[in-house]
T-cell receptor, first 114, second 117 residues
Framework: DADVTQTPRNRITKTGKRIMLECSQT?????MYWYRQDPGLGLRLIYY???????NKGEISDGYSVSRQAQAKFSLSLESAIPNQTALYFC?????????????FGDGTRLSIL | AQKITQTQPGMFVQEKEAVTLDCTYD???????LFWYKQPSSGEMIFLIY??????QNATEGRYSLNFQKARKSANLVISASQLGDSAMYFC??????????????FGKGTTLSVSS
C-alpha cells in the first residue's frame, strides 16, 4: 500500500460545486502539505500543517481551505470551484528531524472544473 | 525574484549519453537543502537526490549526481548513461534555513527530458 494516499485520483466537476480532496498517510510524519501543479509553473504550495493544531497558508491559498482531522489525515476543500482551479493536486508529508528529509508525495489528484 | 530557476524547458538526449539539467537558486540563508524530483508521465513525484549547503562533497545516487557550485548558487543534476525510462519532467527544489526542518519545498518550473533510442 502507498505511504501517502490521495482520493480521488481523478475528478471532473462543475463550476460552483464544493469539492474535497483527501489525503492520508502511514509514514507517521507530522508535517503535511498541499500543492497544485499547473503546466509550466511547477508545484506551488497551497497550505501546510505542522501538526493537528497548526495550519498555515501557502503561496496560493485563496479559494481553498484545509482540515487536519488527525496526524494522518489532511484534506483540501474548494468551497466553490472555478475553472482556473483545474490542476493536478499533490499531498505530501515530511519528517521534521532534519533539513535533508525529502517530502513524500501522493500520486496526485487530477481535478477538472468545467 | 524566483527562488529556484530552471532555464531549460526541454532537453533531448540519446540513450547511453550523459545529460545535465540546470538549476540555480537564490537564498540568503547559510543553511539550506537542495532536492531533485522526477515526474514521469504517470504523474507521481519521485525523490532522486539531496545536497546540503554544508556538504563537502557532491551528492551521488547511482546514475544521478549533483554538480553543486555553491559560489555560483547552482545545483545541476547529472544523469549518466541515460535510459529510455529517464524520460520525464525533472524538478529542482529548495528548503531554506537551519531551523526549517520539515518546512515546505520551493520548486522550480521543471525541465522535460526526452531520451531517444
Amino acid at each position: 500500500d502507498a505511504d501517502v494516499t490521495q482520493t480521488p485520483r481523478n475528478r471532473i466537476t462543475k463550476t460552483g460545486k464544493r469539492i474535497m480532496l483527501e489525503c492520508s498517510q502511514t509514514k507517521g510524519h507530522d508535517r503535511m502539505y498541499w500543492y497544485r501543479q499547473d503546466p509550466g509553473l511547477g508545484l506551488r504550495l497551497i497550505y501546510y500543517s505542522f501538526d493537528v493544531k497548526d495550519i498555515n497558508k501557502g503561496e496560493i491559498s485563496d479559494g481553498y481551505s484545509v482540515s487536519r482531522q488527525a496526524q494522518a489525515k489532511f484534506s483540501l476543500s474548494l468551497e466553490s470551484a472555478i475553472p482556473n482551479q483545474t490542476a493536478l493536486y499533490f499531498c505530501a508529508t515530511s519528517d521534521a528531524t532534519g533539513i535533508n528529509q525529502p517530502q513524500h508525495f501522493g500520486d496526485g489528484t487530477r481535478l477538472s472544473i468545467l | 525574484a524566483q527562488k529556484i530557476t530552471q532555464t531549460q524547458p526541454g532537453m533531448f538526449v540519446q540513450e547511453k549519453e550523459a545529460v545535465t539539467l540546470d538549476c540555480t537558486y537564490d537564498t540568503s540563508d547559510p543553511s539550506y537543502g537542495l532536492f531533485w524530483y522526477k515526474q514521469p508521465s504517470s504523474g507521481e513525484m519521485i525523490f532522486l537526490i539531496y545536497q546540503g549547503s554544508y556538504d563537502q562533497q557532491n551528492a551521488t545516487e547511482g546514475r544521478y549526481s549533483l554538480n553543486f557550485q555553491k559560489a555560483r548558487k547552482s545545483a545541476n543534476l547529472v544523469i549518466s548513461a541515460s535510459q529510455l525510462g529517464d524520460s520525464a519532467m525533472y524538478f529542482c527544489a529548495m528548503r531554506e534555513g537551519v531551523y526549517q526542518a520539515g518546512t515546505a519545498l520551493i520548486f522550480g518550473k521543471g525541465t522535460t527530458l526526452s531520451v531517444s533510442s
